[in-house]
């Protein structure tokens, strides 16, 4: 089994950064496609970014392109997301997941909020 804990959510003014951490303990996710996930009041959740095991591809999803950025660190069993140039409609709750071919693993959600 995989447990992931997220942190780094908060308010935050629209512009500003914040950086959310998914730290991983159980097993290790060194083989695992990380993803980050929002999902924002009476909204689907949608994957925001998501990066392969050796770090070797990533995607975006076209609303954070150019101002977010996802990145792993396999020796901390640990995914980040960095977010620039924050917007009002980056408020959600944020979540990072861990699979293969879906994801099965879930950390629990952290609330972003950008005030305008």
């Known amino acids: 089994q995989v447990q992931l804990v997220v942190s780094g959510g908060g308010l935050v003014q629209a512009g500003g950064s914040l950086r959310l951490s998914c730290a991983a303990s159980?097993?290790?996710?060194?083989?695992?496609?990380m993803g980050w996930f929002r999902q924002a009041p009476g909204k689907a959740r949608e994957l925001v970014a998501s990066?392969?095991?050796?770090?070797?591809?990533?995607y975006y999803a076209d609303s954070v392109k150019g101002r977010f950025t996802i990145s792993r660190d396999n020796t901390l069993n640990t995914v980040y997301l960095q977010m620039n140039s924050l917007k009002p409609e980056d408020t959600a709750v944020y979540y990072c997941?861990?699979?293969?071919?879906?994801?099965?693993?879930w950390g629990q959600g952290t609330q972003v909020t950008v005030s305008s």
């Open positions: 997941a861990a699979g293969g071919q879906s994801y099965d693993y």
């Open positions: 159980g097993r290790t996710v060194n083989r695992y496609t």
């Open positions: 990066i392969r095991p050796s770090s070797e591809s990533t």
